[in-house]
């Protein structure tokens, strides 16, 4: 009886706790200190070592730690790439088979007790060296370098080869990686390899302090240590975490040169003032769009994409802003996705490997613009090729008759099909990765748009590892996948169809064409682009005649932004651009101060 | 007691092994190859069966008789299957290959997020639903015991993700009478604030099911004989009701409870990834889509531990509340 009567006080007090919080909650929140921005991640930070940062999220926080020895320009469209630990643009050779570069003295690591004293130290060439060697070592279990340095660099792969036997010697030499003086290195190439320096504007390439990795060992996936402009503060395991800013940053300014409208839309207005604008980052980790849609609206945080189930909320059927939103001055930013999304055809399949009107009738029965209407509540384009938009080679005017809607056409070629096969196409299957309510939908589409052309496929939902089983081994027909772009030049898509990249390579349809091959290797060793652009565009028409892909989307990203948040402007490949953003603090406050008078 | 405790704790190590061999068919044997997603996306063959071999996963997977009887025992120990065993019942986890972190690191700092967020609600829920179950019981067939059954129904019947997103808006997002998400960096009385709602919606949620669970058991006991002799002797209502008829249903009640408990530890799943609360609900779902198999196998094991733990209670408990069960 005791017992039952302790434990009922105690069970009164705690609920009265939780029902007396609307009590003494407040909503404004304390007041910050500073300039902050506020920001949310949509998954998991995987870690902080740039070395094996593959993942956008922990790519998006490691950029405002880490720098590159390029970037792109923030304002100027089309891409430009630019200087930003390097003093210029790389020297390179007349053979291309070697570059010189040269980083900027004065730009210091953050404070850390890694360093003698716990104040950072310069950085130096040798650094670069260490984390390119860092990258190549496979104690580290680095996923980048296959995608960057493998067969490019001048004995960094022997290296590589010899830490499979234990830890590296990374105070031996290493002919392609030369350091010159204390500001100065040289790659050298064992063939040319224009695409190295966008690699170079890639976060894996930056540079680490050896002290620090000395330091942490294993734990430096959670103790980064940067040039940038911000460091960590607190632990960033948490589902919210801070940055602040880095106080040995150097003197770097807001940029001068945009694109036609960036002045008028006041992206100029800051020209020359030194960066960055805002003091303290604090990161929200918020894996459901319902409630990172509900802080946005809060004012919790300063930018937000639209959850699909909210689009009807946020914007007209006109594809603007709805008068609410409008009425608190939100903003709306429309930009392209670096990306294509497809259904690939597996091309050593003998069914649909081997039979182009196949290809062909099943992409002109998908309906693309229901499609993108559905389940993408339209952000997106009917795609032309594999090639998508704002990049340099993308053709506006290029004509794809196979993403037309046509389920007539489709018929006459799936009768053609079926002579090829030599009598009734079997059931064809179809990997989807993800098992979600969304996906499922999304796969139903695809199946009902097939059955209506009296095509019969199975879905087939499975689990990302399971899905890439099937796609390592090769034992399914169709798949759904995408691939988002790392560099804005179309070798990074086309390198999908070259053949030696076959599975279980990035070359997942397997596609092989001996004129696309032969193409794809003169093109790669082509310094300019304009060089490589002939080749690029017969490329995509070859892809576009032989359909191994079934194109379903180019995206295209919506982004509401508050009005405090200024100098606000979408960057698909530079890393780490809040050090050009700001916030105005006096119309955060009247937001808040609103808020509170409504409530 | 002792002796019994002896013998159950005994049981639990072919238990343990049955689970662990049964986690290890599962993820290394029939799951998908975890390699593909670590090699990263422009990883070619030999990269791929380069990180295959840095992971063990180049390895038999089982032990090959073969060797045994050819007396080379270093090679037959040298599999995956006993490598698992071994690190699984020496509890070392190693690090996820996910987030490259050490698994004991993982759970302890999840731990609190977790248990802040599903302890108060358990507590409350076991306290609100029996006590809501006894006052329908004692008062069996009344406008109030028909309301209460009614409102069960309804609880049940309205599914715990719409409760979620239909509370999170409303209370949080419109009145804002609550936080919409978040947990407090330190551990304070900003943990009562941040959790406050969704531990509100998870005893809203466990509601329905639990009084009619605790109605049905405490009405057969108040229909016994026993309860009506004590009535007979003049005993008070509250006396024959937490004396006899609550004592009395304590063992269904212990066994609903106390299986429960493990669970706590490992948090909730829709709670945690809605309200963004850094705990262990979404650590095992996470770690099965993305292959992490240290991590599947740490909380596989680790979870399977609190299970037979609190099975072992359950029995101790029995003996504990009714004098006619003996451990022996």
Redesign the interface.
């Known amino acids: 009886m005791k017992f039952w009567a302790a434990y009922g006080v105690v069970c009164t007090v705690l609920l009265a706790a939780y029902l007396s919080v609307p009590f003494f909650y407040d909503r404004s929140g304390p007041p910050a200190a500073g300039s902050v921005r506020r920001a949310a991640l949509a998954s998991k930070i995987r870690g902080l070592d740039p070395q094996d940062i593959g993942d956008t999220t922990s790519a998006a926080v490691a950029g405002q730690i880490f720098e590159t020895l390029y970037t792109y320009s923030y304002l100027e469209r089309p891409y430009r790439l630019i200087p930003l630990l390097a003093a210029d643009l790389p020297e390179v050779s007349p053979d291309g088979l070697a570059l010189t570069l040269t980083i900027r003295p004065g730009i210091f690591f953050c404070d850390d007790p890694a360093f003698p004293g716990g104040q950072g130290r310069e950085l130096t060439a040798t650094d670069f060296i260490y984390a390119w060697m860092r990258m190549a070592d496979l104690n580290n279990r680095s996923t980048n370098y296959a995608g960057i340095f493998q067969g490019y660099v001048k004995g960094l792969d022997e290296f590589r080869a010899a830490s499979a036997a234990g830890p590296a010697d990374y105070d031996g030499e290493i002919e392609g990686l030369e350091v010159l003086g204390r500001y100065t290195m040289r790659i050298k190439l064992n063939k040319p390899y224009p695409f190295l320096v966008y690699w170079l504007a890639h976060l894996p390439t930056a540079p680490v302090a050896r002290e620090a990795v000395e330091f942490y060992g294993p734990e430096l996936v959670n103790h980064p240590v940067g040039t940038g402009p911000y460091r960590l503060a607190g632990d960033f395991r948490s589902n919210r975490f801070s940055l602040e800013r880095n106080k040995n940053y150097r003197l770097e300014t807001y940029p001068a040169r945009g694109e036609d409208g960036d002045a008028r839309a006041g992206l100029l207005a800051d020209a020359g003032r030194r960066i960055p604008f805002i003091d303290r980052i604090e990161w929200s980790v918020i894996e459901e769009p319902q409630p990172r849609w509900l802080a946005f609206l809060d004012g919790q945080l300063d930018a937000s994409g639209i959850p699909r189930d909210n689009f009807s909320e946020a914007i007209t059927p006109g594809r603007e802003l709805a008068g609410e939103l409008r009425e608190r001055d939100i903003r709306l930013l429309k930009f392209d996705d670096p990306s294509v999304f497809y259904y690939g055809f597996n091309m050593n399949d003998p069914v649909v490997g081997s039979n182009l009107p196949l290809r062909r009738a099943m992409s002109l029965a998908f309906d693309r613009e229901t499609y993108i209407e559905r389940f993408l509540n339209g952000r997106g384009r009917i795609p032309v090729g594999p090639i998508p938009p704002s990049f340099p080679s993308f053709r506006p005017e290029k004509e794809n008759p196979w993403v037309r809607y046509d389920p007539e056409e489709a018929r006459r070629l799936l009768a053609q099909a079926e002579e090829e096969c030599g009598g009734p196409l079997p059931l064809l299957r179809v990997a989807v990765p993800g098992t979600d309510t969304t996906t499922r939908q999304g796969g139903e589409f695809f199946r009902v748009q097939m059955e209506r052309i009296g095509l019969s496929v199975e879905m087939d939902y499975m689990t990302w590892p399971r899905f890439q089983d099937a796609n390592r081994t090769g034992s399914h027909q169709i798949f759904a996948l995408g691939w988002q772009a790392d560099y804005p030049d179309a070798e990074n898509f086309l390198f999908l169809f070259y053949g030696p990249n076959r599975s279980p390579g990035p070359n997942a349809c397997n596609f092989s064409d001996p004129e696309f091959d032969r193409l794809y290797e003169q093109a790669v060793v082509l310094p300019l682009l304009e060089d490589r652009l002939p080749s690029y565009h017969r490329m995509e028409d070859i892809v576009i005649e032989q359909c191994p892909w079934l194109l379903l989307t180019y995206r295209v990203n919506y982004v509401l932004i508050h009005p405090w948040l200024e100098n606000y402007k979408p960057n698909n490949f530079a890393e780490g651009t809040i050090k050009y953003q700001a916030v105005n603090d006096e119309r955060r406050r009247a937001f808040y101060a609103e808020k509170e008078e409504g409530s | 007691m002792r002796r019994f405790l002896v013998k159950r704790l005994l049981y639990c190590i072919p238990v343990l092994f049955g689970i662990s061999l049964l986690t290890f068919l599962l993820f290394r044997v029939v799951?998908?190859?975890?390699v593909?997603?670590?090699?990263?996306?422009?990883?070619?063959?030999e990269?791929?069966e380069?990180?295959r071999?840095?992971l063990g996963f180049n390895l038999p997977l089982w032990p090959r008789p073969e060797l045994l009887l050819a007396g080379d025992l270093g090679n037959f120990a040298d599999n995956q299957l006993f490598h698992h065993l071994f690190d699984t019942f020496t509890f070392r986890f190693g690090?996820s290959q996910?987030?490259?972190?050490r698994i004991s690191a993982?759970i302890l700092?999840g731990l609190v997020p977790s248990l802040s967020l599903t302890l108060?609600a358990f507590?409350?829920g076991l306290?609100?639903q029996t006590?809501l179950a006894l006052l329908s019981a004692s008062r069996r067939g009344s406008r109030f015991d028909r309301l209460l059954t009614l409102a069960c129904l309804v609880g049940m019947s309205f599914p715990f993700l719409a409760l979620i997103?239909f509370g999170?808006?409303l209370l949080?997002?419109r009145?804002?009478?609550?936080?919409?998400?978040?947990?407090p960096?330190k551990f304070g009385l900003g943990v009562?604030?941040h959790t406050?709602?969704p531990?509100?919606l998870g005893l809203v949620a466990g509601l329905g099911g639990g009084v009619r669970f605790y109605r049905t058991i405490l009405i057969e006991e108040a229909e016994s004989d026993y309860v009506r002799t004590a009535r007979a002797k003049g005993l008070k209502e509250s006396r024959v009701l937490?004396?006899h008829v609550?004592k009395n249903a304590m063992i269904p009640i212990i066994t609903r409870t106390v299986v429960v408990i493990p669970f706590l530890f490992l948090g909730s799943l829709l709670l945690e990834?809605?309200?963004?609360?850094?705990g262990l609900g979404?650590m095992l779902v996470?770690a099965?889509?993305?292959?992490d198999w240290p991590v599947i196998n740490a909380l596989t094991f680790v979870g399977a531990v609190f299970y037979l733990g609190a099975v072992v209670l359950t029995d101790v408990l029995y003996a504990l509340v009714d004098p006619r069960v003996s451990l022996k």
Do not use: C
């Open positions: 799951g998908g190859d975890p593909d997603r670590l090699a990263g996306k422009y990883a070619r063959a990269q791929k380069q990180l071999e840095q690090r996910q987030y490259h972190r993982m700092s108060p507590l409350l306290f609100l006590a997103i999170q808006s949080a997002g009145f804002g009478w609550f936080p919409i998400l978040g947990f960096e009562l604030t406050a709602l531990v509100l937490f004396g609550l990834r809605f309200f963004s609360i850094p979404y996470d099965v889509n993305s292959s």
